[in-house]
């Protein structure tokens, strides 16, 4: 009788543990690299820093367009509140470092993925650099531009547009921007056919992204 009252709590952990599981939201995370990949990753990370601070910080904001394969999608940029994340965001864009780039993972219902220069979802920049939170940018309505990390203080080249408010990645994922035309885009881009790891079936690109001062 016993064996059968221990067994019986054990099943119903058990359950309980995977119902928790499977309710955990998801989150906008860099894929796990390879040990080459690492190695590679820390060799570039010596030998590169993040952008040296160039935006006027006066300005309260900065437009940017992303035009993809499927549309424009026309963001604003907190450049006073989200100063480091916008000037990096900025100096790559410059650079043309995103133009080519796909969007690499998609969820409807939740956002779209891109910036990662192999289209795997472990790539970057070859730098990493800090979160940067403000307790007046939160994930709290559509159009919300953010960027994916691998845990704290790990950004890097990756960001993502949610589809719709995502409030458990406060504080997780820094806020720097918000989509002010071309929602339909990031509708289209979310609900494109996808495979069992959430990458679009057909490839989808940022084609350029433009900063307009």
């Not at 016993?2 to 499977?22: E, N, R, Y």
């Not at 993809?68 to 994340?85: C, F, M, N, R, S």
């Not at 916008?86 to 219902?109: M, Q, S």
Request: glycine share 8%; aromatic share 6%.
């Amino acid at each position: 009788m016993k064996l059968k009252v221990i067994s019986l709590v054990m099943s119903t952990a058990l359950i309980s543990l995977f119902q928790g599981c499977a309710s955990q939201p998801k989150t906008p995370t860099l894929a796990e690299k390879t040990s080459a990949q690492t190695a590679t990753q820390t060799i570039l990370t010596q030998a590169e820093m993040s952008p040296a601070m160039k935006i006027d910080e006066r300005k309260e904001t900065m437009k940017a367009t992303i035009q993809t394969t499927l549309g424009t999608i026309e963001v604003e940029l907190y450049a006073d509140k989200a100063p480091k994340t916008v000037e990096n965001f900025a100096t790559l864009a410059r650079k043309g470092f995103y133009d080519g780039i796909i969007f690499h993972r998609v969820i409807p219902g939740f956002m779209i993925q891109t910036g990662d220069p192999t289209g795997t979802g472990t790539g970057g920049p070859g730098y990493k650099f800090a979160d940067e939170f403000n307790k007046s940018l939160r994930h709290d309505k559509p159009g919300v531009l953010s960027m994916a990390n691998s845990g704290p203080n790990t950004n890097g080249s990756q960001f993502f547009i949610c589809e719709v408010p995502t409030p458990w990645l406060d504080d997780r994922h820094s806020v720097f921007g918000q989509v002010v035309s071309g929602m339909d885009v990031v509708t289209k881009i979310a609900n494109a056919k996808r495979d069992s790891r959430d990458k679009p079936l057909e490839t989808i690109q940022m084609q350029k992204v433009t900063i307009l001062e």
